[in-house]
């Protein structure tokens, strides 16, 4: 098992085990929470080892540093820090069991969609702005309805998050972080694959939606 790997299972554990010792109250909110971003977590890493290979280009920046900071802030350290350390005490409101129910039904959907596109995208998948040698343009799967369905499953996560969370500043935060993401990378990314596709890119844009399927309306 390559390192990344392992860190990838060892730091869930790690998580799990400490909520289940020192936070768990009993809020199953919380505990839908725990147990999809801990699974999504897991999945990525699982898929850490396809990333490797010959790298032609990179677009990282100091805005691409900035915004992958606060998705990690906004997804993974804020959240956890207010279910270990809920203050203040004011912006705490347990979610109604209307909300778990819809927050768990989410936080499932958008873990399958996150395992499939990395399944569908293989050795093409980076965290980051990145060419690749010999890189392809992948349009199966579940690309050949939406060009971007690992950000689709992070903005359910998003919403998932905002659902089940009882504290203010922990479910709100996934929206706020994974939003500046989203909002700085998508037209640069899709720029990106223009360049290196052209009129194959440009097909296929027309033929998909970016988070929604093409009848549903592009978003």
Known sequence: MQPRTLIGIVVPLALLTS?????????????????????????RNLYVHTRNGPLVETRMDVTERLVLVAAALGVMVLPFATIFWPWPAEWVVPASPAAIIAGAIIYLIADLLFWRSHADLGRQWSPTLEIKQDHALITRGVYRWIR????????????????????????????????????????????????????????????????????????
Not at 19 to 42: K, N
Request: hydrophobic letters at 55%; charged letters at 15%.
């Open 19 to 43: 909520y289940v010792l020192f936070a768990d109250s009993g809020d199953w909110g919380t505990r839908a929470f725990v147990a999809g971003s801990l699974t999504m977590w897991v999945l």
């Open 148 to 219: 971007h369905p690992m950000y689709a499953a992070m903005w359910l996560m998003a919403i998932a998050q905002a659902l089940l969370l009882p504290h203010w500043a922990g479910a709100l935060s996934g929206l706020v972080g994974f939003g500046a993401v989203y909002v700085t990378r998508i037209n640069r990314e899709e720029a990106m694959m223009r360049d290196l596709f052209g009129p194959a890119w440009d097909d296929y844009a027309r033929r998909t939606g970016r988070l929604l399927p093409r009848w549903r309306g592009s978003m």
